[in-house]
């Protein structure tokens, strides 16, 4: 499990959540469009490595956050 949050540290459902894996000199996509339920979002199944998580907020402008 991992916590999603907003700007104000408030449990964020509203937002879509991508993982990618670097494969070479590609990223690849692991898991896209998780939806956080409570601020939470299911990781299991996933290799253990690092990866790049990007998240979409819904709305109007949409904005997206990315980390390594």
């Avoid at 494969?23 to 253990?48: A, E, T, W």
Wanted: hydrophobic share 30%; net charge negative; proline share 6%.
């Amino acid at each position: 499990m991992a916590n999603v949050y907003d700007e104000e540290g408030n449990p964020a459902d509203d937002v879509w959540v991508y993982f990618y894996r670097e494969m070479g000199d590609r990223k690849i996509c692991v898991k896209s469009q998780v939806k956080p339920k409570n601020g939470l979002i299911d990781i299991d199944r996933m290799p253990i490595g690092n990866y790049y998580v990007i998240t979409h907020a819904h709305g109007n402008p949409v904005y997206s956050y990315e980390t390594l």
